[in-house]
């Protein structure tokens, strides 16, 4: 099976721009979560994704949002961009998150790098 | 709040000696705890996983892990470490008080000389 892909792979923005991050999850995987990888702290949830709906939501701004789509796809967007946005974004999917066995491994896809001037 | 550290930020061994990470966590509740690996400008890779069951749990190439309740720790190990296992490594835990959102510890940079 194929791995969980992001597009696109490396980013520059400037401040105040917005840009959208893609991730498609591994074959028949369901659930679809963002992380926020930065030096200072680290790996931090964004959110997460099943069935279309937003299950899971970690402590960023607004400016922060995602999707997913019928065939599991997801997006993340970030509107306002600010210096402090610069980060590597990690998308992971796992098989299904419908409140049952919540030992399901995540796995992720090699990450967007985002650099925001 | 549920939280995961690893107590050292880096740690050097020599090839084919054994190779031990550390982590130790606070939670509520009964926890899921993961190892993942990262190599440079690559995204994570999952090495293993304690759910329930038998303590000691082996993972992909060569990696093991003791879950210990007494000590709250999930502390990583390989018992002859390898020039390729150079790279980050970090602990993750789950619990169902926050969620299932996995938390992920600062990592620990692993380097392994020749």
């Known amino acids: 099976k194929a791995g969980v892909t992001q597009t696109p792979r490396y980013l520059i923005k400037t401040r105040g721009q917005q840009v959208t991050l893609s991730c498609s999850p591994i074959s028949g995987h369901r659930s679809v979560s963002w992380y926020q990888q930065t030096p200072g702290q680290g790996l931090q949830f964004l959110f997460e994704?099943?069935?279309?709906?937003?299950?899971n939501k970690g402590n960023f701004p607004g400016r922060f949002s995602g999707r997913q789509f019928s065939n599991s796809r997801s997006e993340m967007n970030v509107s306002t961009l600010e210096l402090g946005d610069s980060a590597l974004y990690l998308c992971?999917?796992?098989?299904?998150?419908?409140?049952?066995?919540?030992?399901?491994?995540?796995?992720f896809g090699p990450g967007t790098r985002l650099l925001v001037l | 709040a549920q939280s995961v550290a690893q107590p050292e930020d880096q740690v050097n061994v020599a090839e084919g000696n054994p190779l031990t990470v550390k982590c130790t966590y606070s939670v509520s509740g009964n926890p899921y705890l993961f190892w993942y690996v990262q190599y440079p400008n690559r995204g994570l890779q999952f090495l293993l996983k304690y759910i329930t069951g038998d303590n000691l749990v082996k993972g992909s190439y060569g990696f093991e892990a003791e879950f210990n309740k007494s000590q709250t720790s999930f502390h990583l190990k390989k018992p002859s470490a390898l020039v390729s296992d150079s790279a980050l490594y970090f602990c993750a835990v789950r619990v169902r008080s926050n969620d299932y959102k996995l938390s992920f510890g600062a990592g620990t940079t692993v380097t392994v000389r020749a």
């Open positions: 994704y099943f069935s279309e709906t937003q299950r």
């Open positions: 992971a999917s796992s098989p299904s998150w419908d409140r049952g066995p919540f030992q399901e491994t995540q796995y």
